[in-house]
């Protein structure tokens, strides 16, 4: 029981920073924070992703080209450009680590607003990080797995991050419905997304990449969005400035252009 309450903390926790500091914020600047509170959620950040930690400035770098260039061979991850989901998240790792080490040449309208601690990224990017977090994962499981069948689930918390970069990247490229049709294959994969957090409600999120409420729907209810709220509510991040119509709708917020390409 302990094993199973373990996985999913680290299933939504990792995933709660994923979606809200890395892609949300890092990635299309959907709200504002001050650097202090970035340290904050960089570190929290690295506590919850542990072993599957990705550099926030690296992710929001290759997510932005995800955006600009989806479905075409300059896509990090595209399922129409790999042959099945190992040999597309091959590519991804390929992709994040270029970014990460400085060895791939990225425009610089890609570039603004990234968050950025770089000595913090090289600690908690480094092999000796992820095998220490490796090492505790496995203690926990040694100590707690009523038996061994329960060790098939390490791999998956190794690797969380790109598990779950998987899950939306091929799957709501491939399946599912569409409310909005954009010239890509973004899908929304889940009626009600409990399992991602908000993150499948993809077709939406291509429609409108930097909205603080991925669902559209009444039945897309994104799970983070209330968080958002009241973070803004404690000041803690900032909102973009809404119109009243806005405030009424909050699925139609923001309505500006995605920011990396102003
Ligand atoms: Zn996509
Ligand atoms: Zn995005």
């Known amino acids: 029981m302990a094993v199973l309450i373990f996985f999913i903390c680290v299933w939504y926790l990792s995933l709660f920073f994923q979606s809200f500091f890395q ?22 950040t690295y506590i919850t992703q542990g072993s599957s930690y990705m550099s926030p400035r690296a992710y929001a770098i290759m997510h932005r080209l995800h955006h600009a260039h989806t479905d075409t061979a300059l896509d990090p991850h595209s399922p129409s450009f790999s042959k099945n989901i190992f040999t597309m998240m091959w590519r991804t790792r390929g992709f994040y680590r270029d970014i990460f080490e400085g060895k791939m040449v990225v425009d610089a309208k890609y570039m603004k607003n990234l968050p950025e601690w770089n000595s913090f990224d090289r600690m908690a990017n480094s092999t000796v990080s992820r095998v220490l977090w490796m090492i ?52 929304n994969l889940l009626f009600f997304d409990f399992l991602m957090l908000g993150e499948s409600y993809h077709n939406n999120h291509h429609k409108r ?39 009424k709708h909050p699925e139609l917020t923001p309505v500006a252009k995605h920011p990396e390409l102003v």
């Open 209 to 247: 990449p930097s909205a603080i409420n991925f669902g559209t729907r009444w039945h897309e209810i994104d799970p983070i969005y209330p968080i958002i709220r009241f973070f803004a509510w404690l000041r803690i991040i900032k909102l973009p400035k809404l119109t009243p119509v806005q405030e």
């Open 23 to 44: 892609h949300r914020y890092g990635a299309h600047g959907a709200f504002k924070m001050s650097k202090g509170w970035e340290k904050v959620f960089f570190i929290f």
């Open 136 to 187: 505790a994962y496995t203690a926990f499981f040694v100590r707690f797995a009523p038996n061994a069948w329960w060790y098939l689930l390490l791999p998956v918390i190794y690797a969380m991050g790109a598990f779950h970069g998987a899950v939306v990247n091929w799957f709501a490229h491939k399946y599912g419905y569409i409310n909005f049709r954009l010239r890509n294959t973004s899908h």
